[in-house]
């Protein structure tokens, strides 16, 4: 696992350099930031996140911190409560990317994630897990202003140190009038074996299963309210993964 300290040290340093760079654009006649700080926060009535529910159906407040540089490097913090039964009731997140604008319609990602838990119960296997991902993205197909994402996950030992878990994902925005767009998302997820899957959604019947979101969201000035339908063939007899709908409310800074 990638030492937790690194990567804060990377974030801090990436947070303490901006002032130094606008300083050296500035006396080059050049206006440009190197570096931009932007983040969110969010009101939901639930935390939903592939398949499952992480606050048991209640909502939640979810707050993201990221800084993006102009070569396509980025890094970014998020945090939210939960209910996971695992003796924490907050999660940590650290990303770590890059993208790479192939042209004008095509942009490639690359991220690491690292899913933290603290204070958990340390008497359970490590709750804490890695995922790396690489996301292709496209826009102009139909409309100037669509999006077509692909992407796939790969987290070498997943949470309760369950092996290997793969997701491919596939997802889709339209925009239906201004600041008004639809969107959907499927995907697929399988793990290291029937074991592994009995572990994390209590049945060993299966190694994978699916989900799919299907929303509308509407962006207002700095402010974007979402609403979607999800759905995923986890468990039918797990209350975690039943079928929900959504609301959010994101502010943007």
Partial sequence: MINKKWILAVIASMLISPVNAKSTDHDQG???DIFLVSGSLAFLTEYYWRG???????????????LDHDSGF?????ASNIQLDIGSSLELDYYIGYNYQINNDLKLNLQYLDVNYPDEDKTLPRVDFEEYSIGLMTSNLLNAQDELNLSFYYTPDYTFET???????????????????????VAYNQFANKN??????????KNHFYDYKIGLDFNYQDFIFDLYYANA????DLSSADKTVVFSLTKLF
């Fill in 30 to 32: 050049n206006n440009k």
């Fill in 52 to 66: 499952t529910t992480q606050t048991k159906g209640k909502p939640a407040v979810q707050g993201i911190l990221r």
């Fill in 74 to 78: 980025y890094t970014q913090l998020f």
């Fill in 163 to 185: 092996g290997k878990m793969l997701r491919y994902e596939a997802g889709y925005r339209y925009p239906v009038a201004d600041q008004w767009n639809i969107y959907t998302q």
């Fill in 196 to 205: 592994a899957y009995a572990v994390l959604w209590g049945t060993d019947e």
């Fill in 233 to 236: 063939n986890v468990n039918k």
